[in-house]
T-cell receptor, first 115, second 112 residues
Framework: SAVISQKPSRDICQRGTSLTIQCQVD?????MFWYRQQPGQSLTLIAT?????????ESGFVIDKFPISRPNLTFSTLTVSNMSPEDSSIYLC????????????FGAGSRLTVL | QKEVEQDPGPLSVPEGAIVSLNCTYS??????FMWYRQYSRKGPELLMY????GNKEDGRFTAQVDKSSKYISLFIRDSQPSDSATYLC????????????FGTGTRLQVFP
């Protein structure tokens, strides 16, 4: 399956600032997915990023807070805007692991701590 | 009620033990069932997946799905200290190709 690289792997941020997370995949994929894993919680889908169109956001997540770019079939960015301590989480990029199956593979994640 | 329920543990077992990890779910439309392993400070790693009901075996790992009971299990035989991690179950429905529903994860510790 695809190999996913995420940057940064971790960061400590100040309240009110924004941070952009990058996701690079070693093969072309139609859809890329951004998940959040809050401390002690399960993974929650933030949005689906398709190349050439606006991202589709899940309930509770909005574009102003989590703008996403998808400039080509191997790359996407997620920005966490105007951060607060509640945004301290692991942010994970994922893509399909197997053709025709609803099975995902994940990057190593970006661990953000907001002070 | 959450769509997917998973006992958070922690589960502590001696090396060599058989480990049973379980999830229950409420949505009968789920058809894909996955188990991920997540080491501390790492992303989830896909261990196994099953489509619909039945068993699947891969080395020391066996995944079982019982759709009539809405219950899935992951068995680890001859557990090793390197199996110490958090195990997450995840499920998806064919009509919703972009959304996996995850359990909260069970933390497993295998001690020598």
């Amino acid at each position: 399956s695809a190999v996913i690289s995420q940057k940064p792997s971790r960061d400590i941020c100040q309240r009110g600032t924004s941070l952009t997370i990058q996701c690079q995949v070693d093969s072309q994929v139609t859809m890329m997915f951004w998940y959040r894993q809050q401390p002690g919680q399960s993974l929650t889908l933030i949005a689906t990023a398709n190349q050439g169109s606006e991202a589709t956001y899940e309930s509770g997540f909005v574009i102003d807070k989590f703008p996403i770019s998808r400039p080509n079939l191997t790359f996407s960015t997620l920005t966490v805007s105007n951060m607060s301590p509640e945004d301290s989480s692991i942010y994970l990029c994922s893509v399909g692991a197997l053709p025709g199956a609803n099975v995902l593979t994940f990057g190593a994640g970006s661990r953000l701590t907001v002070l | 009620q959450k769509e997917v329920e998973q006992d958070p543990g922690p589960l502590s077992v001696p090396e060599g033990a058989i480990v049973s990890l379980n999830c229950t779910y409420s949505n009968s439309a789920f058809q894909y069932f996955m188990w991920y392993r997540q080491y501390s400070r790492k992303g989830p790693e896909l261990l196994m997946y099953t489509y619909s009901s039945g068993n699947k075996e891969d080395g020391r790992f066996t995944a079982q799905v019982d759709k009539s009971s809405k219950y899935i299990s992951l068995f680890i035989r001859d557990s090793q200290p390197s199996d110490s991690a958090t195990y997450l179950c995840a499920m998806s429905a064919p009509y919703n190709t972009d959304k996996l529903i995850f359990g909260t994860g069970t933390r497993l510790q295998v001690f020598p």
